[in-house]
């Protein structure tokens, strides 16, 4: 093989190309999501996005003590016949995997809903009512109004108990005319049967109020259970006329760009156009060599080529013309 021209491309780093590829990627996603939130307002209230974006410090000060930069040596030692110089090594410092800041951001997006003042303040006197409606909710299923027991069993009272006492005298004043005396048993039984109707009077009395105290109970609860609905419902349709509203909106779908797939073609072109100087490379010096044995295999180049190679002190040994003139790089055939 010829003198080289170089040497090959480096392969890339995959860490390196995966890191690159990564963080294009979060940028295009951060991008589409930050065209994606929108404020919207409607007669229900406003929407709004705010980011409260906070720096890890202490993982990026870790991340910066850990990191050290790739240092290569290429290169170096390559002797060039016209400057007469050997090159040196080439020192390069890569940088490419260096903790990057916004890494060690992170956002912390927070969708406020507010209120239009009519709306907020039907929402509050919903809130307001809505407490007093539940805390006069009875947990009971069995509901009893006794105000109202009580009402009803003495409004049938006052009806009855006039009746019951003008019954009584009645019956006693017949009971005597009739020559019944107090105490016998005539007068007894007749006495114990206005008794026992007077008393059934008064149970069915009792049992009436008892009966209207658990309906109205079972009213009342049924109404406040409506009421606490109602008002739950004026505050959902409150909060619900602002959480409705849409807070993202779609945006096209944008692709990052392929840092893996143009890596591999810079790689790839790179290490074409090398290989290329190397087949151009070899095929010269194919050539130098071709044209140089066929001088030395004529006449003139039978006899120099002893004392070329022989080791003479040949006056053209030490890189001057041989046979039709070309020149023969010093160290190449010995």
């Known amino acids: 093989m010829g003198k080289s021209s170089g040497s090959a491309p480096a392969a890339p780093d995959p860490a390196i190309v995966a890191a690159a590829q990564g963080a294009e990627d979060r940028k295009t996603l951060q991008y589409t999501l930050n065209n994606s939130r929108t404020s919207t307002v409607n007669p229900f209230g406003t929407t709004s996005w705010a980011n409260n974006r906070t720096f890890d410090q202490a993982g990026f000060d870790a991340a910066m003590a850990a990191y050290k930069p790739k240092i290569t040596t290429s290169g170096g030692g390559i002797y ?12 390069t410092v890569d940088n490419s995997g260096q903790p990057d800041r916004e890494q060690f951001y992170k956002d912390n997006w927070t969708n406020t809903q507010t209120l239009s003042p009519e709306s907020q303040g039907i929402y509050d006197t919903a809130t307001s009512k809505l407490a007093d409606a539940t805390g006069r909710i009875s947990t009971d299923a069995d509901a009893y109004n006794q105000t109202v027991a009580d009402a009803i069993y ?5 009806y009855t108990e006039p009746a019951e006492q003008q019954a009584r005298s009645s019956m006693q004043s017949n ?19 206005l008794d026992n109707t ?24 049924s109404m406040q259970q409506q009421i606490a609905q109602m ?13 409705g509203m849409p807070t993202t909106t779609q945006t096209p779908n944008m692709q990052s760009p392929d840092i893996a797939g143009l890596t591999m073609q810079k790689y790839q072109s790179d290490l074409d ?3 290329a100087e190397q087949a151009s490379s070899d095929g010269v010096f194919g050539s130098l060599l071709s044209l140089g044995g066929m001088a030395l295999g004529g006449p003139l180049g039978a006899g120099l080529a002893g004392k070329l190679f022989g080791g003479s002190s040949n006056p053209y040994a030490a890189g001057g013309y041989v046979g039709g003139g070309l020149k023969v790089p010093r160290g190449v055939y010995g």
């Open 231 to 243: 008002l739950q419902g004026l505050r959902g349709a409150q909060v619900a006329g602002v959480s």
């Open 80 to 91: 060039d016949d016209q400057s007469n110089t050997i090159s040196a090594p080439v020192t």
């Open 273 to 275: 156009a090398y290989n």
């Open 175 to 193: 009971l005597a005319d009739r020559g019944f005396q107090v105490g016998n048993e005539g007068y007894n039984t007749e006495m114990d049967r």
């Open 154 to 158: 003495n409004r049938m009272r006052r």
């Open 198 to 221: 007077q008393n059934l009077a008064r149970l069915d009395a009792a049992d009436r109020s008892t009966i209207a105290g658990m309906t109205e109970g079972r009213a009342q609860l």
